[in-house]
């Protein structure tokens, strides 16, 4: 079992920045593939960004491509999401996850969540 806590959210003007961390549980975490997801009131959840337990790919949803960036550090087991040029689009809580080995795009492929931390940006 993978236990996952996102932190870092918080409210942003617009065209701010804020980077999000999740931190896990574990000796394995160089084995899993993390992402992030992110829902608002009144919309299904929706894919952010992957990478793979290496760090070596990402993927991103053309959302928030060229303005996201995930990292991960597996010495600290913790992944992050830089998150900038925020629009109020950006609004919702995000969630990490994480599936054994290869990355998606696809939340019911994922085993393991974190209970998700808000963003609210401002105009």
């Known amino acids: 079992q993978v236990e996952l806590v996102e932190s870092g959210g918080g409210l942003v003007q617009a065209g701010g920045s804020l980077r999000l961390s999740c931190a896990a549980s574990g000796r394995t975490f160089n084995r899993y593939a993390m992402a992030w997801f992110r829902q608002s009131p009144g919309k299904e959840r929706e894919f952010v960004g992957t990478?793979?337990?290496?760090?070596?790919?990402?993927r991103y949803a053309d959302s928030v491509k060229g303005r996201f960036i995930i990292s991960r550090d597996n010495a600290k087991n913790t992944v992050y999401l830089q998150m900038n040029s925020l629009t109020p689009e950006d609004t919702a809580v995000y969630y990490c996850?994480?599936?054994?080995?290869?990355?998606?795009?696809?939340?019911?492929?994922?085993?393991?969540w974190g209970q998700g931390t808000q963003v609210t940006v401002s105009s």
């Open positions: 996850a994480a599936r054994y080995l290869y990355a998606s795009a696809r939340a019911d492929e994922y085993d393991y």
């Open positions: 990478t793979s337990a290496s760090g070596g790919f990402t």
